[in-house]
């Protein structure tokens, strides 16, 4: 619903001390452009009952009108507000306000509730301040109608993320770099400046003279649109002066649950209208952190996941919670919950997965299963939580059903056809069956199972004579010579690895580095240094799937550089990464498929998550020296 004129208001005399009391605070004008509300989903949908708020806290005064108290409650765990009024009588009346504008525009009216006869107070439903699936960043205050109409101030007008807020002194800043090329305009220079330790920015403009401007805008959507965040800190070059800049901004909102916030800086000059900005930029506080805010700006924050892709999303989950726990960072631990509580429930085909969602993450494809169990038993490492190592049991359990040594001695399928053996779910069991065992005290089953999976894997033909993993198997259970991908390189060599760990036996970790040294050797995976799939070469494009490949293979690939300490393998993903941040980085901070950095290249979260495995592989291997 629109926001509305008020009663009170009529007449030029009338508007006028209208308009004088809506500058002090004390009456809510209509918004120029006001428009009705489409609900928002964050943590929760709009219209969540307060009852159900995980705190409540006043972060604004509270405003009096002919006595009645209207206050604006807010819940930052749940991103959500509501508004009640008090001490008042049947019919008063109190709502919220929600503006993504900066208080230019707002939906108003939001959960109006009037007080019922023989009360003397009555409270709104829950809305939410931000909307991160949708990239906007709200305000949101709460307003009273008893005899006379007034709000609160609004509430988040800053920005915080740690202990830098917008508005903070650039002299304050940890550093001063420029990630983009200045802009020019009739003889000025605009540029962006950023604090990349602390994510803050900050706009400059220089060579010009008394009434030039200099602002920051701010974009949530990489640069797509920025309405909260449109000319932040304007500020003019003062009289007898040549340059001025604006105050620092936050390009990070843990409270709004919105992350990868790009930046410009813009300029006029006085005696012009027009302006020029420079290009969006992002800050990277470190390369694997600079590539988790920007795969978390694609996530999926009501749903708990990467839209579209089901397997895909169980791998970027992956990379997430190793990032956390390689940097000992927590900024995202309620996002790995999230996708934990919103995906273990039952989904029709079409929802999640093209396939029906059974439960527990299963489904008819073995491998989807297997990813997601891979996940929860990172999320246990990170975390301790014992519901993510008991989903995982779970998801392994339902995998151990589909080894059959009735066909090809053993194995187990990739499908409940029982169509197809292949690496990638060998590779998935052989290390899951491993990975229990390590977190089981006294286990003896899921041991017995991983040397039984090993054993078979090494004579199961699927690794060829020149130590590269081949697909999968024939129906005469042969090599059937198929591609050579990087993941189920990578799959093995963890999984070997993992397992010398356990058992001490040298053969396993023998095989592991024989995978990896022809991984390294081998043109069909590695060019120039660089890890390449076949489907990176030339004209080529690696679809949907093939794009997270690489990303797994340096998990694993960094467990066995760990485990060995040796040298030629640290330096084999140090130069992963040294790549990626050179050649395949854009100044958002956008990863791209090929890591050579050759074209095309495309880019989307699925290429991020995949990159960010290598950079996170690189910083651990690093802070572990």
């Not at 931000?130 to 009273?144: E, K, L, M, S, Y």
């Not at 974009?219 to 040549?242: F, I, K, N, Q, Y």
Request: charged residues 20%; contains cysteine.
């Amino acid at each position: 619903m629109s926001a509305r004129p008020h009663p009170v208001l009529g007449g030029p005399l009338t508007l006028f001390l209208a308009l004088l009391l809506a500058l002090t605070g004390l009456v809510a004008l209509p918004a120029p452009a006001a428009h009705a509300a489409t609900p928002v989903c964050a943590l929760a949908c709009d219209t969540l009952d307060p009852s159900k708020a995980r705190q409540d806290t006043f972060p604004v005064p509270n405003r009096t009108i002919n006595g009645r108290i209207v206050r604006l409650h807010v819940s930052d765990p749940d991103s959500m507000a509501w508004a009640s009024i008090d001490n008042g009588v049947t019919g008063d009346a109190t709502w919220l306000d929600r503006s993504w504008d900066r208080g230019a525009t707002w939906e108003g009216l939001l959960g109006k509730a009037s007080i019922p006869g023989t009360w003397t107070g009555t409270r709104t439903l829950m809305y939410n301040i931000t909307d991160p699936v949708g990239h906007r960043r709200g305000w949101i205050r709460a307003c009273g109608d008893a005899g006379g109409v007034t709000c609160t101030d609004w509430a988040y007008p800053k920005v915080c993320d740690g202990s830098f807020c917008d508005g903070a002194d650039p002299a304050t800043a940890s550093g001063d770099d420029t990630p983009v090329p200045p802009a020019t305009l009739f003889g000025r220079t605009i540029s962006l400046h950023v604090d990349q330790r602390n994510g803050m920015a900050w706009g400059v403009v220089g060579g010009g003279g008394s009434g030039d401007e200099i602002w920051l805008d701010r974009s949530w959507d990489s640069g797509a649109s920025w309405p909260e965040g449109a000319s932040l800190g304007r500020t003019s070059v003062p009289s007898g002066a040549a340059s001025t800049r604006t105050a620092m901004f936050a390009t990070r909102d843990p409270r709004g649950l919105l992350y990868g916030g790009a930046v410009r800086a813009c300029g006029r000059e006085a005696s012009h209208q027009e302006g020029s900005c420079t290009t969006w930029a992002r800050p990277a506080p470190t390369r694997a952190r600079a590539g988790a805010d920007a795969l978390m700006a694609s996530y999926q924050t009501n749903e708990g996941w990467w839209r579209s892709s089901w397997w895909n999303s169980a791998v970027a989950t992956t990379s997430i919670i190793d990032f956390a726990e390689h940097t000992g960072r927590h900024d995202y631990d309620w996002a790995i919950a999230r996708a934990f509580e919103q995906n273990r429930g039952i989904f029709p085909a079409g929802v999640r997965s093209s396939d029906p969602v059974e439960g527990h993450f299963i489904s008819r494809a073995i491998d989807d299963a297997a990813w997601w169990a891979i996940a929860w038993l990172a999320a246990y490492d990170h975390t301790g939580e014992r519901r993510y190592l008991d989903e995982a049991v779970t998801i392994a359990d339902y995998v151990h059903q589909y080894w059959d040594p009735g066909t090809c001695g053993g194995g187990v399928w990739w499908d409940r056809e029982r169509s197809y053996k292949n690496a990638v779910t060998n590779g998935q069991y052989l290390w899951l069956t491993t990975s229990l065992h390590q977190r089981i005290s006294g286990d003896t089953v899921w041991g017995s199972r991983a040397t039984t999976a090993a054993n078979w894997y090494l004579g199961s033909g699927l690794i060829n004579s020149s130590g590269l993993v081949n697909d999968g198997l024939n129906g005469s259970c042969g090599n059937n010579g198929q591609t050579v991908w990087s993941y189920n390189q990578g799959l093995a060599i963890g999984a070997f690895t993992q397992l010398w760990r356990s058992t001490g036996t040298s053969r396993y970790l023998d095989t592991a580095k024989r995978l990896a040294d022809a991984a390294m050797a081998s043109p069909a995976l590695t060019r120039d240094g660089v890890l390449t799939e076949s489907c990176d070469v030339g004209t080529g494009s690696c679809d949907d799937n093939q794009k997270q490949f690489k990303g797994i293979f340096m998990r694993h690939f960094a467990d066995l550089a760990d485990a060995t300490g040796s040298a030629a393998y640290r330096a084999y993903v140090t130069k992963q990464a040294d790549s990626i941040w050179t050649t395949d980085r854009d100044p958002l901070n956008r990863l791209g498929q090929r890591w050579s950095g050759t074209s095309p290249n495309p880019s989307d979260w699925r290429t991020q998550a995949s990159a960010l495995g290598a950079l996170t592989a690189a910083e651990g291997l690093s802070a572990r020296r």
